[in-house]
């Protein structure tokens, strides 16, 4: 293309030449409808801000399709957002802020900040529950009577391999997840009771460890916070091809968990040949492998 062609296909639109755009991009004739898209998509993140009315348009074409070049844009913000997240975080990063920014990729309009404050309610609430002075068991069968009774937290069993398990945003509204996403529901809430859970990455599965003085005691969130002790650990270890390694009960970093997290949903994405979604998360796992 010539720097005039160029110069030209970048000119701003008059109103008159978007309302001619927005018409066609409703037309019935896909081959307009494709080319009509690809233009509207030359003028980049820009194009969100006049389509935006016709997101709520009577038209249910124009409406549906308004609404996935939104997406579109807001789905590649939010990707430039994570991925420089992983480029510039260390070892110890936020795993609860990169949770979100991950959710976003896939659902860019959520709105972190009502999830997060959610949490803080769980935890509020948790907080008027607990007797801190009791012994560990005891706080987390508090914990667990809240999140998988009350809350109805469980594990999705019928559709373990469902991408959804793995978005936050997801879980939470599913009430349902993997074993790695109710683990971070139940740190995300134990942080803010200031409790000391980890994440314990075991090949396979993954669990969260309630740390005391006295103890350890380790937490199936995917089995309604199941409690396990370091010998029941031992024992399922020993029965897996992956056999027992004490690093296999150590605390896993929060950029292992999203390592973890974003190499689950690659495999997942890859085995129903979704390929965009599938290299978008090597990306996510090429940046995050790098220390």
């Known amino acids: 293309m010539s720097l005039l062609a160029t110069a030209e296909a970048l000119r701003p639109l008059s109103e008159s030449q978007k309302a001619a755009l927005v018409k066609l991009l409703a037309d019935d004739d896909m081959g307009v409808y494709h080319s009509i898209r690809s233009k509207i998509l030359s003028y980049g993140q820009e194009?969100?801000?006049?389509?935006?009315?016709?997101?709520?348009?009577g038209d249910p074409v124009l409406r549906r399709r308004s609404l996935e070049i939104i997406h579109h844009w807001g789905r590649q913000a939010a990707d430039n957002r994570f991925l420089g997240f992983c480029?510039?975080?260390?070892?110890?990063?936020?795993?609860?802020?990169?949770?979100?920014?991950?959710?976003?990729?896939?659902y860019p309009d959520i709105?972190?900040?009502?999830?997060?404050?959610?949490?803080?309610?769980?935890?509020?609430?948790l907080r008027e529950l607990i007797d801190f002075g009791s012994g560990g068991e005891s706080i987390l069968a508090t914990i667990n009577h809240y999140l998988f009774g009350e809350l109805q937290f469980s594990g999705n069993e019928q559709n373990y391999y469902d991408?959804?398990?793995?978005?936050?945003?997801?879980?939470?509204?599913?009430?349902?997840?993997?074993?790695?996403?109710?683990?971070?529901?139940?740190?995300?809430?134990?942080?803010?009771?200031r409790l000391p859970?980890?994440?314990i990455g075991m090949p396979g599965h993954f669990l969260a460890r309630f740390q005391s003085s006295t103890g350890e005691t380790y937490v199936d969130a995917f089995n309604?916070?199941?409690?396990?002790?370091?010998?029941?650990?031992?024992?399922?270890?020993?029965?897996?091809?992956?056999g027992f390694q004490e690093g296999y009960l150590a605390p896993i970093s929060p950029r292992r968990i999203l390592l973890r997290i974003c190499s689950n949903l690659h495999q997942i994405y890859g085995e129903l040949d979704l390929v965009q979604e599938t290299?978008?998360?090597?990306?996510?796992i090429i940046a995050l492998a790098k220390s």
């Open 279 to 284: 290299n978008r998360m090597q990306h996510y």
């Open 47 to 57: 194009a969100s801000s006049w389509l935006q009315p016709h997101s709520l348009s």
């Open 197 to 199: 859970v980890t994440g």
């Open 224 to 242: 309604r916070g199941k409690l396990l002790t370091k010998a029941d650990c031992v024992k399922y270890l020993l029965q897996t091809s992956h």
């Open 87 to 106: 480029l510039s975080q260390g070892e110890d990063l936020d795993v609860e802020q990169g949770a979100w920014l991950l959710a976003q990729t896939q």
């Open 111 to 125: 709105n972190i900040a009502a999830y997060q404050a959610l949490f803080d309610t769980y935890a509020g609430e």
């Open 163 to 193: 991408p959804d398990n793995s978005y936050l945003n997801r879980v939470v509204d599913n009430r349902a997840g993997n074993a790695i996403s109710l683990c971070l529901v139940y740190l995300f809430v134990a942080r803010r009771l």
